[in-house]
């Protein structure tokens, strides 16, 4: 089956910095994304990733290892508004995107 | 944001109504979706609609019923629900680039469902 991995819930203080980790077993990769969903608000694209290497986006920043099934989300300089869910996607062979369950980040002063 | 609209943002039913969910998207984009958010759990993709033809539907109960008129507007009616399908449902549209490109999604703030 397919399946993505990444942690329930994470807590982090303002300022630092937090790495959201995603790991993927699916048939095929054709792309890696990730969105923020704040609660009751739509899921909002963040970035996207086919291959591997650091995507930096200013504060956020996003890796690939497609050798490793693995992703990671960085959050840089946190502020309280990074509080959220964090979706981490992979689009497999058939071009469906195979979603994890997010992960929630809970910052705190 | 306002390039995917929903409404209604809320909706109470019960088991014996029917209703319609409306999505709207004004970003020119060829392709629509319908998903279903639980709590704590992944979305689930409900229907696929590209060119206004639906090319996915991921074993959804017929009392789920989606309507593609045009490439801007997605419907989906709702029959005989039952409580279990309470929850977030969430529209999304993309731009259908083939092999070669992201084919990003782009989601509206979805419609919080509750069946009683």
């Known amino acids: 089956g397919q399946n993505i991995d990444q942690p329930t819930e994470m807590t982090a203080t303002e300022g630092a910095i937090v790495q959201i980790n995603c790991t993927y077993q699916?048939?095929?990769?054709?792309?890696l994304f990730w969105y923020q969903q704040h609660a009751g608000e739509a899921p909002t694209f963040l970035s996207y990733n086919v291959l591997d290497g650091l995507e930096e986006k200013g504060r956020f920043s996003s890796f690939l290892s497609r050798s490793k099934g693995y992703s990671y989300l960085l959050l840089k300089e946190l502020q309280m508004k990074d509080s959220a869910s964090y979706l981490c996607a992979v689009r497999d062979s058939n071009y469906q995107l195979i979603w994890g369950a997010g992960t929630k980040l809970i910052i705190k002063p | 944001e306002t390039g995917v609209t929903q409404t209604p943002r809320h909706l109470v039913m019960g088991m014996t109504n029917k209703k319609s969910l409306k999505c709207e998207q004004h970003l020119g984009h060829n392709a629509m979706y319908w998903y279903k958010q639980s709590a704590k759990k992944p979305l689930e993709l409900m229907f696929v609609?590209?060119?206004?033809?639906?090319?996915e539907n991921n074993s959804v109960p017929s009392r789920f019923s989606p309507e593609c008129p045009n490439s801007s507007h997605l419907f989906l009616h709702l029959h005989t629900l039952q409580p279990e399908d309470s929850a977030l449902y969430l529209c999304a549209s993309s731009q259908d680039e083939g092999l070669a490109g992201s084919d990003t999604q782009y989601f509206g703030p979805g419609t919080r469902l509750t069946v009683l």
């Open positions: 699916t048939s095929g990769f054709n792309g």
């Open positions: 609609y590209s060119l206004e033809e639906r090319v």
